[in-house]
């Protein structure tokens, strides 16, 4: 047990995908795995542990942003040992051929947090996820034919921008898609020795406006899961 979850040691299993929504987590738990048991509701941040394809599984609820995650992340890599973090969320595009339902597979991820510089005593940092899980999600989004794409996105700390252009100059870099937690994520896992991943849906697009309706999310969420548990367990 520790701080923000209830779970006893052996009910969290060695995978947990990580959606911010908690209630994406009890969708994703009771729509995926079998025999599923909720480990946690400390402050509402739910928490399941099922089997999938004979293979234990978790999915704990994170909230938004670098300090939520952290919280979370921090707790399962120390406290119950978890050895294999996946992000399932929802990210914004910024390049024109990152289209609303594609799926993002993070490389790496920047930021414009300060939590890294605060860690490193103000020197940079690039967190990256583990290379296992990312070959094993690319080849699987190859194999199941998914509009995926691969390469940088950014966390930023800041959902309201003041600056409406300011995802441009990130835009012309290259990075393809902007969210809020796998920086931090991919830091804590790389200092755990554990391994990490971040695999995202594109909800909207920053280029086109476009952003996909309530209604559309849970399909293009089915393949984003589905796409997580293969890697998380061949990977």
């Known amino acids: 047990m520790s701080v923000h979850i209830s779970a006893e040691r052996g009910e969290i299993a060695d995978i947990v995908l990580l959606p911010g929504d908690p209630l994406r987590a009890q969708f994703a738990a009771e729509t995926f795995l079998s025999d599923v048991t909720c480990y946690n509701r400390v402050r509402g941040m739910l928490g399941f542990t099922g089997t999938w394809n004979g293979t234990r599984v978790s999915v704990q609820g994170t909230g938004m942003g670098i300090p939520s995650i952290s919280i979370y992340a921090n707790e399962l890599l120390r406290d119950f040992e978890c050895r294999t973090l996946i992000r399932i969320g929802s990210c914004g595009s910024l390049q024109p051929d990152v289209k609303v339902r594609d799926i993002v ?85 790389a200092r755990a020795g554990a ?41």
């Open 105 to 189: 597979i993070a490389m790496t991820a920047s930021t414009d947090s300060s939590h890294n510089k605060l860690r490193f005593g103000g020197n940079d940092f690039a967190p990256a996820p583990d290379y296992g899980l990312f070959a094993s999600a690319c080849r699987a989004a190859q194999e199941r034919k998914l509009a995926f794409h691969a390469g940088g996105i950014l966390s930023t700390d800041t959902f309201y921008q003041d600056d409406p252009d300011g995802w441009k100059l990130w835009a012309q870099y290259g990075v393809l898609a902007v969210e809020m937690e796998a920086n931090a994520l991919y830091t804590l896992a």
């Open 195 to 235: 391994r990490a991943l971040a695999i995202c849906t594109v909800s909207d697009s920053l280029v086109t406006r476009e952003a996909l309706p309530p209604a559309d999310r849970e399909s293009s969420f089915h393949q984003m899961i589905e796409l997580a548990l293969d890697a998380a367990v061949s990977g």
